[in-house]
């Protein structure tokens, strides 16, 4: 599935999961080893935003608990049920739940499998350029640069 | 649920349809009676994109069939068989099929519920500024302004 399909229908789950897992360097890349990624708005060509089919296996997380400056993220449950964690806290959600996240508030969030089975959800993230990723529980901050993501430590050292 | 609830997650079905279905001009906005759109992405103060959750009772459309000049947009099925329209025909989908339109190719899309149940999709679209929508099948022209779709027959004159 090399070549942009755009119309053309095709069953998510058939897309091979993205071979390199996260960009994140170590350790925080093995922290969400037990996702995966299906990079389904590339597939069509779709350039103005991204959308995933990710997989949370058991005690898998989504992310890093993060927040972006520039870019809305979008997600939307269709199996199991992942605990959404927030400034606020944790809530668990199901399958039929979405929730989105404001570009610019500063509250971060991330999904964690805290249950025995599989989570499966939709994501959704534009791309607007200049975006930067503020991790509150990490000494981590990522910048969106035009060759992909610039991961420093927080007082602007390199991985 | 009038004020932004970003970052807290929400039951899809449970957002009321919005109370105006359609913004195209008659006859087209009766074209799209059978369809009814939960706005999701703007519940929670996302600018960026939108997120719509869509259903289409029996006999019902997406949409007129059209292509955006600059708007990317994607659709996942969660419920039902529509049947997806583009320049090259139609062929249908099913619950956990998803297709995307690239922005600018002109190949126009739609999809038409011609089973007995309901269709349910998530429909996800960006809000590139300056966007022109074409309808190749019917008189009219889409134009993005600041204050909403601008629609006039191909011919430029106004609804």
């Known amino acids: 599935m090399n070549e942009s399909v755009s119309g053309v229908g ?4 058939d897309v091979p999961p993205r071979a390199r897992n996260s960009v994140y360097p170590e350790p925080f890349a093995s922290y969400v080893s037990r ?9 069509f060509g779709l ?11 058991p005690g898998g997380r989504s992310a890093l608990r993060h927040a ?12 199991g049920r992942p605990t959404l964690y927030t400034d606020a806290g944790g809530h668990v959600l199901e399958a039929g739940m979405c929730a989105g996240f404001k ?57």
Chains 1, 2 share one sequence.
Do not use: C, M
């Open 68 to 79: 972006h400056a520039l870019q809305d993220e979008f997600i939307y449950v269709l199996q």
């Open 10 to 13: 095709i069953v998510a789950l």
């Open 103 to 159: 570009a610019g508030t500063g509250d971060a969030h991330h999904l964690v499998n805290e249950t025995d089975e599989t989570v499966v959800f939709l994501e959704v993230g534009d791309r607007t350029p200049g975006d930067r990723v503020s991790y509150p529980d990490d000494d981590l901050v990522a910048t969106a640069t035009p060759s992909g993501w610039l991961f420093t430590h927080k007082d602007g050292s390199g991985y």
């Open 35 to 43: 996702r995966s990624k299906r990079v389904l708005g590339d597939l």
């Open 47 to 57: 350039s103005n935003f991204g959308v995933n089919l990710t997989s949370l296996l």
